[in-house]
């Protein structure tokens, strides 16, 4: 069992499980490199760090992350369960048990496709990995979002006769001959029970299952249970959210959206679930 | 311990159940079904008499899993006079199997 689970590797994930480190605490911490600060050209306004590369400040922090003792894993965490007293937390097919819990996914103001989340476990998934051999032989469609879709979409047509895959990402890829690519925005979810069609701008696609695959999950289906704003969890001073040992820091918890203000809170949210183990533990 | 059911006694065990029935649809190869298995006999200990709990793998039953739409694992589906009356989709801790089960029977 972990101390703290730390969801998100960009600044502020990144600071907490520093300041959690420094106070002695069993840390993991989930995602991959922070997209936004791979595509920021240059950082003019982080503190001693004058014009740095967004490139750079990821390999900055990742020297700094493994100067710590925290497990990482790159896999997206899939859902929070509060078991009363403890967490578990579904990296898509693991499950790690934690203490308490850091949100740090950053903001996505990516709209979800509608009826996405009645669909959610009812023909929709988010984890090719955690779902495929429920599908063999048979069709599914992929909408993809990022490279980890395209990864994902071989993998499913190796299990499944036909895999459409609607592109919304700009990276290359190199499908195998039973995956078919749609240029197209995804509208809407419909069936009856479960999700059976993927209505389109302009077509409309039939199938078995649909994978979305994407770099953020709605905090809702995320952490059951958590108080949001829109795309925000509500939180303290003490970066505690509504539910004991949750905490969250960055951008998820609101403007503005910045590096410094991520590492400071960060670090805030690290001491708070700090002081919520010795607490406990007493 | 809770029992497995298959294919061929899904009849005579759920669905011609006098009691209540819920089946866990999982897998061998889901790490949440792992997780959810403790909390399922959790479950099964509390609603005794009330509720009968078992489960069923859904690779070695394909007919079972296809008749119910499962589509994602773990699944739990409630059955009461032959009939699916609730469904649970994913891994879910003790007390929200609980509550919903009291839910849906209205106990
Ligand atoms: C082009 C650009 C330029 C910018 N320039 C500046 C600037 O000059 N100065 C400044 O201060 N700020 C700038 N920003 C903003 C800054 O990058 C963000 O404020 C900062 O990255 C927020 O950090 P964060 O840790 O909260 O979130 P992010 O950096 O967004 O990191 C989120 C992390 O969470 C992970 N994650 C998300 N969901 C999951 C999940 N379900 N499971 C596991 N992991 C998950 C992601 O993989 C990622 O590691 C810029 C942003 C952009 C896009």
């Known amino acids: 069992m972990y101390d703290i689970a730390i969801i998100g590797k960009g600044p502020a994930g990144i600071s907490a499980a520093i300041t959690a480190h420094a106070r002695n605490k069993k840390v993991i911490v989930f995602g991959g490199d922070s997209k936004k600060l791979l595509l920021s050209p240059s950082i003019p306004n982080y503190p001693g760090l004058m014009e740095i590369k967004g490139t750079e400040f990821v390999k900055r922090l990742n020297e700094h992350l493994a100067s710590t003792d ?10 929070v369960y509060s078991m009363g007293g403890y967490f578990a937390i579904q990296a898509q097919n693991d499950m790690i048990e934690a203490k308490s819990v850091i949100i740090a996914t950053g903001v996505d103001f990516k709209k979800s496709i509608e009826n996405e989340d009645t669909f959610l476990g009812m023909g929709v998934s988010y984890c090719a990995t955690c779902d495929a051999p429920l599908y063999r032989g048979k069709t599914v469609a992929v909408v993809g979002y990022n490279k980890e879709s395209i990864e994902e979409a071989n993998f499913l047509s190796e299990v499944c006769s036909k895999v459409y895959f609607i592109s919304m990402t700009r990276e290359p890829y190199n499908f195998n001959e039973n995956v078919e690519v749609i240029k197209d925005i995804p509208v809407k979810f419909e069936g009856h029970m479960h999700a059976q069609k993927l209505i389109l701008k302009n077509t409309e696609v039939v199938a078995d299952g649909f994978f979305v695959i994407k770099d953020s999950y709605p905090l809702t289906s995320l ?46 949210a690290a001491l708070s679930a700090v002081d919520f183990l010795n607490g406990r533990d007493k | 311990m809770v029992s497995h059911v298959t294919d061929s006694t899904f009849n005579s065990e759920v669905l011609n159940s006098d009691k209540p029935v819920l089946v866990d649809f999982f897998a061998t190869w889901c790490g949440p079904c792992k997780m959810l298995a403790p909390v399922i006999e959790e479950v099964a200990q509390k609603m005794e008499g009330e509720v009968k709990v078992v489960k069923l793998d859904v690779d070695e039953n394909p007919q079972t899993s296809r008749m119910y739409g499962i589509m994602s694992v773990p699944t739990m589906v409630l059955f009461k006079d032959g009939k699916p009356v609730g469904k649970l989709v994913g891994f879910n801790p003790a007390e929200r199997i609980e509550s919903a089960l009291r839910g849906a029977l209205g106990i």
């Open chain 1, 70 to 79: 925290a497990v990482l894993s790159k896999k997206m965490v899939t859902a």
């Open chain 1, 223 to 268: 952490v059951p249970g958590l108080d949001v704003d829109g795309p925000h969890v509500v939180v303290n001073r003490a970066m505690e959210t509504n539910m004991k040992g949750v905490f969250a820091a960055g951008d998820v918890t609101g403007r503005p959206y910045q590096n410094a203000k991520a590492v400071g809170e960060g670090q805030v």
